[in-house]
């Protein structure tokens, strides 16, 4: 069967081999002509609801491919251990031959960062067998227990009678139900750019659904999890960051006091790059998709500035080094921009006064978001270190920029919860915990928890986190007896950063 067909029939499995495969090495098995076994590393990628892998012409695999199609795959593994867990599929491979396959084919690999050549041979790699294997450290993440089931699928999975369900289906979750005397679950995932970080479980001992209201909050809680996690993320990152730059204290203390709003940090990291740098001047552009913008400047003249919003907003091409910046997501360095055949804003250049101009691009997942430019009266102005502190000022205003994006969401959320007052006591009590514990994620996860509970009228609950295929419990409320002695030993201290 093909890969789309294979997650019509199996669909947790195939997001598990997706997330294994994707963007990853793999193992390819292949028959030799003698009836021995082959085994070399690939590329496996899917595109179009299909597996593909490619190779050079010449490869022996592919020799044998061609031969004989029957093929094993098998993910690599981080550790010893079996890392986030291992994937195999078997079946038969055959060569594309059409033109516009391969060119779709090839064009996919290249988004996950893969470089094949035109003339790689490409086989699309049909399904018979698929299996996984997860191990095993905290709660199971398997697809017959409701978490397992949410955090493979990726969704909010509610069932209101745990005991009726069909044993071939959650044979553990059954097992569970009855261990632990529970009869209703609803797990909800914690979510963040399509990642699963944990889960967030409710029970209650009685079969009584929950409602669509209450599985609304959980989700609710759920965004505030993750946006504390990340919180805590950034927090940590930043004051790593300024341990090691202690000349940038004073851009920590701008980012605190400018939760809402990021412009302050923008003209702290202008002034402070400029004179830490050396530089005429400094400016700070920001990058929304299609044109650059000017938000901060410092030391320019009237007529420099009034020439500096000429040329901005610009798109990204090669005529300064802020549009090379963001077109080549690299550092860009003009020692002489009137020695610089590409560079195009040298009236510009003569109006604030400079010679050189170094740029460095803000960076979010390797997406431009934004720059920041110096720029030096003389030419070849700027040294090493001045380079690599440029990048740390553009590294601190992209964790500005998340920093401010996050709270904002967060008070947005808040504003939407105003449908009764208990709503909002438990939510702005969570924000509070989740500004006075920044870097200490505990009091956040006991106080979402305990509200969880109380708002949906559940006997007890849990918070898991999900990492390296298993999920770790880090919270827990109204358990005892059997369950507590259960789940004690599951949890382990939440992490701190």
Same mark, same amino acid.
């Given at each position: 069967m093909s890969w789309r067909k294979f997650g019509f029939e199996a669909p947790e499995l195939a997001s598990f081999g997706d997330a294994r495969l994707t963007g990853r090495l793999a193992y390819l098995a292949t028959i030799r002509a003698d009836g021995a076994p082959? =085994?070399?590393p690939v590329s496996p990628f899917i595109s179009g609801n299909t597996l593909f892998v490619y190779m050079e012409p010449a490869s022996p695999k592919g020799k044998d491919l061609r031969s004989d199609g029957r093929y094993a795959l098998h993910c690599s593994v981080e550790d010893a251990t079996g890392g986030g867990g291992e994937f195999c599929v078997r079946g038969t491979a055959s060569v594309v031959d059409d033109p516009n396959a391969r060119i779709k084919a090839f064009d996919a690999a290249r988004t996950i960062g893969y470089k094949p050549d035109d003339r790689y041979v490409v086989f699309e790699l049909d399904i018979e067998e698929a299996l996984a294997t997860i191990y095993e450290e905290g709660l199971p993440v398997r697809s017959d227990l409701v978490t397992g089931r949410a955090v493979l699928e990726r969704t909010v999975v509610h069932i209101p009678d745990v005991i009726a369900l069909p044993e071939s289906e959650f044979a553990t979750a059954k097992q569970y139900a009855e261990r632990f005397n529970y009869r209703?679950?609803? &797990?909800?995932?914690?979510?963040? $750019?399509?990642?699963? *970080?944990?889960?967030?479980a409710v029970y209650r001992a009685e079969a009584a659904a929950f409602t669509t209201k209450e599985i609304g909050l959980l989700q609710t809680f759920a965004n505030q999890a993750v946006i504390a996690i990340e919180n805590a993320r950034l927090f940590n990152? *930043?004051?790593?960051?300024? $341990?090691?730059?202690?000349?940038?204290? $004073? @851009? *920590? #203390?701008?980012i605190s006091r400018s939760q809402r709003d990021v412009q302050p940090v923008f003209e702290a990291i202008a002034a402070d790059a400029q004179k830490l740098c050396g530089s005429t001047n400094c400016g700070v552009f920001t990058f929304d998709g299609e044109l650059i913008h000017l938000v901060a400047v410092t030391s320019v003249s009237q007529e420099g500035l009034d020439a500096a919003r000429q040329a901005f907003p610009m798109p990204p091409n090669r005529g300064s080094t802020t549009a090379r910046a963001i077109q080549s997501r690299a550092i860009e360095y003009a020692k002489d921009v009137f020695e610089d055949p590409e560079y195009k804003l040298q009236d510009m250049a003569r109006a604030i006064g400079f010679r050189s101009a170094l740029c460095v691009p803000m960076l979010l997942d390797g997406k431009p978001i934004g720059a920041i430019n110096v720029t030096g009266a003389q030419p070849a102005m700027f040294n090493d270190r001045q380079i690599a502190?440029?990048? +740390?000022? %553009?590294?601190? &205003?992209? !964790? %500005? @920029?998340q920093n401010t994006r996050l709270f904002n969401e967060l008070e947005q959320r808040n504003r939407d919860l105003t449908e009764s007052l208990e709503q909002q006591t &438990? +939510?702005?009590? @969570? *924000? #509070? =915990? !989740?500004?006075?514990?920044? #870097?200490n994620l505990a009091p956040v996860f006991d106080a979402i928890l305990t509200n969880a509970l109380a708002l949906c009228e559940a006997h007890f609950g849990t918070l898991y986190l999900y990492d390296a295929g298993v999920c770790n419990a880090v919270a827990m409320r109204g358990v005892s007896g059997d369950v507590a002695q259960y789940f004690s030993r599951l949890v382990r201290p939440s992490p701190s950063t």
């Open positions: 082959r =085994v070399h209703t679950n609803v &797990a909800v995932p914690l979510m963040r $750019e399509g990642l699963t *970080l944990g889960v967030i990152e *930043l004051q790593e960051r300024l $341990e090691q730059q202690t000349a940038t204290s $004073e @851009i *920590l #203390r701008v502190m440029l990048q +740390t000022f %553009a590294d601190q &205003a992209v !964790i %500005a @920029i &438990a +939510t702005s009590q @969570i *924000l #509070r =915990v !989740i500004s006075s514990s920044p #870097r």
